[in-house]
């Protein structure tokens, strides 16, 4: 089975709390993609969240939807643009997750917020003031 067929909506903090529950010790992602899922995608007030996407020069956001439907001139599955950071603003955890890209056979970066281009920690903190920013 594929591993985002068995994702689980949950708020990031059930995911947190419980990490064998949302965990696959058959697939290493499953617990990532928990995690990632649980911000703005959870199910509870989804269309409330803020899909974002931001390339270096401008950030766009869009109420609901999905990165491929908000911005496929910018956004595509088949190859990752080490360029584009991406997301979801979840007003009801109060989170924003942020999806760092790597590119085929790179070192994995050290996943932290201080790992974000200072102007997107800037433009995400204008933004979302209150927030917390997960990345991933």
């Known amino acids: 089975m ?3 067929k068995k994702i689980i909506a949950q708020r990031y903090q059930d995911v947190m709390d419980n990490p064998n529950d949302y965990s696959d010790p058959d697939d290493p992602q499953h617990f990532d993609s928990n995690r990632y899922f649980s911000i703005g995608q959870n199910g509870e007030n989804e269309e409330e969240s803020y899909c974002w996407i931001w390339n270096g020069i401008e950030m766009r956001t869009r109420k609901g939807g999905t990165h491929a439907m908000n911005f496929s001139d910018l956004f595509s599955w088949r190859k990752e643009n080490p360029n584009i950071y991406r997301g979801w603003a979840d007003p009801y955890q109060k989170l924003i997750s942020v999806i760092i890209p790597r590119i085929s056979g790179q070192v ?7 790992s974000l281009p200072t102007k ?5 903190r204008d933004y979302w003031p209150d927030y917390d920013i997960k990345v991933f």
């Open 108 to 114: 994995e970066p050290a996943l932290g917020t201080s």
């Open 120 to 124: 997107l920690r800037v433009i995400l």
């Open 2 to 4: 594929n591993w985002y």
